[in-house]
């Protein structure tokens, strides 16, 4: 079995470090570039960088943070917000990216997801996928969560799929910030219809999430978290231990 992945994610707004619950209430947490430095040396298997308002606000993502963030890591480098062409897609691994993030770009056009694999290679593109229950079904929202896109989410993610994208983070807005765990049945259904790397985002409260986490959805690839590993409620290290002995492999 491959090592599962612990993944921190900065969520960055105007050069900062913030975090919010359910996509709203945002809050300034702390400077990404040191962040980014210590997640390196605390033993993240990746790290994503997120501009959260770069779609909202329909601008390009601020490559400067960016730049600086990835001179801090030796780790893999996932970077989204406000991707929308391929030009986009060369700027930002120029930058220094090992993956790229596409989520309202591709809802605006899907042909990018396809445009962009053929150029850089599937295992460059990564379908982020903004999701909430919305009477009973799993619902595609876009611009970090603020539209009602009104696509089933579930078939999205194999429409992304089929047209090259080579891994999925699924980002549950209904869990988002809450801590009191991931969307175990989210992540099932979509795990169950696709045959690329999940990532599970949105949830984790403490370690122990992890654990059930990989245990209840072994077809899960990575857990991604964001509050409890910046406020150091988590210690990736101590995380990586609990899960190893608990029978889940990881890199340590």
């Known amino acids: 079995m491959l090592a599962k992945r612990i993944i921190p994610c900065l969520d960055v707004r105007a050069g900062r470090v913030v975090k919010g619950v359910n996509f709203g209430g945002v809050k300034d947490v702390t400077d990404p570039v040191t962040l980014a430095a210590r997640y390196n040396e605390e033993g993240a298997d990746e790290l994503v960088f997120y501009d959260i308002t770069a779609s909202h606000e329909e601008r390009k993502l601020f490559t400067d943070v960016l730049e600086k963030v990835a001179s801090q890591i030796f780790i893999p480098l996932t970077v ?5 062409t391929v030009d986009d897609f060369a700027r930002v691994l120029g930058c220094g990216a090992d993956k790229v993030s596409v989520n309202s770009g591709a809802i605006a056009d899907f042909s990018l997801i396809g445009r962009a694999a053929n150029k850089y290679g599937s295992q460059c593109v990564v379908l982020s996928m903004d999701v909430k229950r919305v009477d009973g079904r799993f619902t595609l929202f876009a611009k970090g969560g603020r539209e009602n896109t009104g696509i089933d989410a579930m078939e999205w993610a194999r429409r992304g799929v089929g047209d090259g994208a080579g891994e999925i983070v699924l980002n549950s807005i209904d869990t988002d910030g809450v801590k009191g765990g991931f969307d175990l049945e989210m992540l099932e259904e979509l795990c169950s219809l696709v045959d690329v790397p999940v990532i599970a985002s949105g949830g984790a409260g403490c370690a122990e999430d992890f654990v059930t986490l990989f245990k209840s959805v072994p077809g899960v690839d990575a857990g991604l ?6 406020f150091e409620e988590v210690n990736i290290k101590n995380l990586k231990k609990m899960l190893a002995e608990n029978g889940i492999p990881v890199r340590i």
């Open 225 to 230: 978290a964001a509050s409890i590993f910046h």
């Open 80 to 84: 989204g917000g406000g991707i929308r």
